[in-house]
C-alpha cells in the first residue's frame, strides 16, 4: 500500500489536541445542585458507561478522514509479456517474365506471380503447420516492373495486406515492362528507416535482372545497410528455357519458349552487403521453405514488463469515517445524550 499525497497525514498530529480540548470542555460544564446525598446511591447504567466512548467514536472517524485525504492506494502487482515486433517489407517483381508457367503446384504448372502470392500470404498468417505466422510484425508491400510502387504501408492489418496481395496483377502495357529492382529497394527501405520496430527486414523476389530505373541495386543495397535494413533476395524461376509471356500492342499474350536468366550474381552481392541471405526457388516447395527459413532466422522479441497498478482506497476509507461520525452523533443526541 502506499498513499497519494502522504503530506495530509501531518494532520493526524492535530487528532490529540482536539481530544484534550474535547476533554477539557467536558470537565468544565457541571450543574449545581443543593447536595449529593440524593443521586449517591443511583445506579450506572450501560448507557453512562458507554459515554467515553464518543470521543473515541470522532477521534478515529477524523483520522479515517485524514488517511482518505492522503488517498491510500493498494498496489496488484502485474506481469505483462507482449511482443516487440520487426517491421517486414515485401518487395515483388510483377514484370511479365513473372506470368512464366514454369513453377509447379501439386504437380501442375502455373505462372510464378500466383506461387509466389501464395507463399507470401502463408509466410503472413502462417499454415498450422512449419510457419507460424507473422503476427505482431509492421508488414509493408512493394511492387516493381520498371517503375517501383508502394501497394501497402507498413501494418498490422495484415487481412488487409493480404486483400490487397489478392489485386496483385502483372503489368498489362509494354511501357511498363522492366524490373527496375534498385528503385524497388530504395522506395521500401525509405518505408522502413522510420518503422519504429526492433529491427528491419526486407524480402525481394524477382526473376530477373536490373534492367530499369535510376538506381544499380548495389548503390540500393548500401541505402539500406546504412538505415540498419536486411535484406533477404529470393531468385524465383527454373533453370534453363520457360515459357514466357510476351505482351502485342493489342494488349494480348502469348507465350514462347526463353532461355531463364536470374542474375544471381548481384542478388548474392545484395544480399551480403546488408548481412542478408539469397534464396533460389525452382518451384512451390523450395519457395515456402525459404520463407520457413526466413520466419525462422527473423523472430520476434517476446519482453515482460512487471508494475504495479494501483486502486484508489480513499473512498472506502472515506465511507467508513462517515460511518463513524453518524454512529457518534446518532448515540450523542439519542440514548447517550448528555445534559450538558
Known sequence: MRFGDPTMLVLLALLPVLLFVHIWRK??????????????????????RLQP???????IALAACVVALARPQWGVETTNVYSEGIAIAMVVDISTSMGAIDLEVDDEKVNR????????????????????????????????????DALSPLTLDHKALVKVLE???????????????GDALVLAAEELRNAAASSRVMILLTDGSNNAGDTSPVDAARVAEAFGIKVYTIGAGSQGQAMMPQISRDGSITYHPTQVYIDEYMLTQVAELTGGRYFRATDRKGLEAI??????????????????????????????????????????????????
Open 113 to 148: 506471380l500466383d506461387v509466389v502470392k501464395g507463399a507470401f500470404r502463408e509466410f503472413v498468417e502462417g499454415d498450422d503447420k512449419e510457419v507460424t505466422g507473422r503476427e505482431g510484425d509492421l508488414i509493408g508491400m512493394f511492387t516493381f516492373a520498371r517503375y517501383a
Open 291 to 340: 520463407y520457413t527459413e526466413i520466419d525462422r532466422l527473423e523472430t520476434s522479441t517476446n519482453i515482460g514488463e512487471q508494475y504495479q497498478r494501483y486502486i484508489e482506497g480513499f473512498p472506502w476509507v472515506l465511507a467508513f469515517a462517515l460511518m463513524l461520525l453518524l454512529s457518534e452523533v446518532t448515540l450523542a443526541t439519542t440514548r447517550l445524550r448528555r445534559i450538558p
Open 53 to 59: 466512548l464518543l470521543p473515541v467514536l470522532r477521534t
Open 167 to 181: 489485386e496483385v496483377e502483372i503489368v498489362g502495357l509494354p511501357e511498363e515492362d522492366g524490373t527496375a529492382i
Open 27 to 48: 470537565d468544565q460544564a457541571s450543574i449545581n445542585f443543593p447536595g449529593l446525598r440524593s443521586i449517591v446511591n443511583v445506579q450506572t447504567t450501560w448507557a453512562v
